[in-house]
């Protein structure tokens, strides 16, 4: 019995220390590297804990997909936690670019049909994922998620980030005015086809 009471305490405490530690972001304060100032707990309500916008995603795009993010600055009750949400959503034939994140990804497939991996130095871990299947990439590491089902496709996501940052390797290389010259020599591609991506991506140089 005096083991369960202490459990108890213990696990109280840990509760209350957690509650002494919250920090809802204040959006009208400069986000820094380590996350937005903490919002006055008197201004704090449950609405900084609630989002309520995971709606379908436009999918009128290149890539015919679409997302849509629960990041801190849409659900401010995020701040500090080292997590958030995304939906994301495929026509056919949809596509999620080769990308990348500071944070780990865990991606949760609800409907369709889905083929995603990510890429190390020496291999691609790749597979044909379907709903109720769940599948993670590495933080850092590059990935891609391809609708490979003949209808729409929809995920959620979680990433161990509250404002994960996406680098996608496409608008990186042909959606600035990174010069031709130079991604033709970087990446041996026929400067055609690079301007062709340029104009796909509005990119210059």
Known sequence: ??????????????YTSYADDLCVADLLLPNTPSGYPCKSETNVTVNDFVFSGFVPGSTKNPFNSGITTA??????????????????????NGSVPVHTHDATELLIIVEGQITAGFITRTKVYSKTVKAGDIIVFPEGLLHFVVNSGVGKAVAFVAFSSSNPST???????????????????????????????KAQFNGTG
């Open 1 to 14: 019995m005096i083991h369960t009471i202490l459990f108890f305490f213990a696990l109280l405490s840990s």
């Open 71 to 92: 990041f801190v600055n849409s659900l401010p009750g995020l701040n500090g936690l080292g997590i958030s949400a995304a939906r994301a959503d495929f026509g056919i």
């Open 167 to 197: 680098q996608i390797l496409d608008t990186l290389l042909f959606g600035n005015n990174l010069s031709t010259s130079i991604i033709a020599e970087t990446t041996l591609l026929d400067v055609s086809q690079i301007l062709k991506l």
